[in-house]
């Protein structure tokens, strides 16, 4: 039972010899070629998945009631990934003082999503920086506000433009000031990432560490509201960016390093983020309309009101990735229930070839509780029917390539289209033994069994009506597969 789980986790987080997993950090399973993920086999993985982020205290999931069965229900909607929150005031509460209780319960439900195959993306997650500010993410001992009043309060996103206070805050961060012991607050920042990562390097089911959350330029902000974006914040983070990297890799040499853009470029400014320098690095970027985010009216701000139709975030995040040769993941998008708009952004993440994860599973803020942004009505409640957004669901699980052997050329997925077609093509390389793999959403959208039109060097595997078509290549060569309704 739900009531039961704060009382589980309470007992095992104090378990503090904790089994440890049987992946060596010296033993990645997942890598990257150019933008692509890889696994092990050498085959491209492709990511399907949500965020979930507990953003008021304890700041575990589990207690909000994200659990095992929560796990089971993403893993047969086809999802294989989850973006998992991680909040810096409870890894940190106190200055050089770290909860690792926090960070065990933490790892717990890494060890649960891993137990059905879902690879995790640890998400060091703010939103205007602090409870103060009536957001959430760094502790209170971080906060230098140069005693500025919280005000004007309109909560999230509406501070960010319009708080003195909290643009402050994040000024001295950038700045490096000097925190309660002296030490640089992104120093302390970079010395909590490798303390998280020495307590999660061993996990064998981590997709990587997204290092920071939507970072916000402070007081700089207006100069960003333009097309181009604004170099000089760019720049501030990327060297942040490298600080953190350094500190984690003293400990982990091998797990994938996410970087992100300004939160302002998700609406469709350029971005001109530095090279990390980490051969191991990917760019996490986030894809939402600037202009209906801040409550602006439909197309107040042009080209950065609702750049989706033209893929402009898209463009701009594969040219970002592509000047660093990193690998690329869409990790936030939708927070709506507007379900066409959700489906323009997973077409258009197609189009692209993009790993995506949806925001978000259970949605709440500090300051609003958010209905609209999750999937699950209710999570200290089960995932049954009643308690999902089924019509949510019918989007958002879809027929896409998880594992490719070989390279992805395209596909695509005609949700409106009677026989619910989905086609896939991409270059067979035979030097790969493990098998293509492609994630058919039968119960949802092919309940009566559906037909397999494989052209080119490859054959299919599976039995029939398969949740998961397996193909093997039989050389090198240019493979189609075309699924559509029985």
């Known amino acids: ?23 060596s950090p010296e033993a990645p399973s997942i890598g990257h070629r150019g933008r692509w993920f890889t696994d092990a086999r050498g085959r491209v993985l492709i990511f399907h998945g949500v965020n979930m982020v507990m953003k008021v205290p304890p700041y575990q999931p589990s207690v909000l009631g994200f659990d095992d069965d929560d796990a089971a229900l993403l893993a047969r909607e086809g999802f294989n990934t989850v973006r998992l929150g991680v909040i810096l005031k409870g890894v940190e509460p106190k200055v050089g003082v770290f909860n690792d209780r926090y960070l065990y319960g933490i790892r717990t439900t890494v060890r649960v999503l891993g137990a059905h195959g879902i690879r995790v993306l640890l998400d060091l997650h703010q939103d205007m920086f602090n ?13 230098q506000d140069d005693g500025l009043p919280a005000q004007p309060d309109g909560g999230f996103p509406a501070n960010y433009f319009a708080m003195p206070a909290l643009w402050r805050a994040f000024d001295h961060f950038w700045a490096n000031d ?12 970079a010395l909590a990432w490798r303390h998280i990562a020495t307590i999660m390097r061993a996990e064998p ?7 920071f959350n939507e970072p916000w330029p402070g007081t700089q902000y207006p100069t960003c509201l333009n097309p181009y974006g604004c170099l000089l914040f760019d720049t501030t983070v990327t060297s942040f960016f490298k600080r953190v990297i350094a500190q984690v890799r003293k400990v982990d040499a091998k797990t994938l390093v996410f970087y992100e853009p300004s939160s302002i470029t998700s609406g469709g400014p350029d971005m001109h983020l530095g090279d990390t320098g980490d051969v191991r690095a990917a760019l996490s970027f986030h894809a939402y309309c600037l202009g209906s985010t801040i409550g602006l009216p439909p197309n107040l701000l042009g080209p950065l009101s609702c750049p989706l139709g033209e893929d402009r975030s898209f463009n701009d995040a594969e040219a970002q990735a592509q000047r660093n040769g990193d690998a690329i993941l869409l990790s936030e998008f939708g927070a709506t229930d507007d379900l066409p708009t959700i489906a323009a952004d997973i077409d258009a993440a197609d189009r692209h070839m993009d790993s995506w994860q949806y925001w978000t599973y259970a949605g709440g803020d500090p300051c609003c509780p958010r209905p609209v942004e ?11 029917p009643s308690n999902l957004k089924e019509g949510k669901l019918d989007v958002l699980s879809r027929p896409y390539p998880r594992a490719v052997a070989g390279t992805p050329v395209s596909w695509s997925f005609m949700s409106a289209s009677a026989d619910q077609a989905f086609s896939f093509v991409y270059t067979a390389d035979p030097a790969v033994r493990a098998p293509t793999e492609i994630f ?5 959208h092919y309940p009566g069994g559906y037909t397999v039109r494989v052209t080119g060097p490859a054959i299919v595997t599976s039995a029939p009506d398969a949740t998961i078509l397996t193909l093997r290549n039989t050389r090198v060569g240019t493979v189609t597969v075309q699924v559509a309704r029985a």
């Open 178 to 189: 000097p925190g309660p012991r002296g030490i640089g607050l992104q120093d302390e920042y």
């Open 1 to 23: 039972m739900r009531a039961r789980r704060f009382f589980a986790l309470c007992s095992a987080i104090v378990l503090i010899a904790a089994p440890v997993s049987a992946r």
């Open 440 to 444: 058919i959403p039968v119960a949802r």
């Open 374 to 384: 999750g999937i699950i009505l209710d999570p200290s409640k089960p995932p049954t």
């Open 205 to 211: 089911n981590l997709l990587g560490y997204d290092l």
């Open 131 to 143: 409870e103060r500010f009536n957001g959430e993410g760094l502790p209170d001992w971080m906060v």
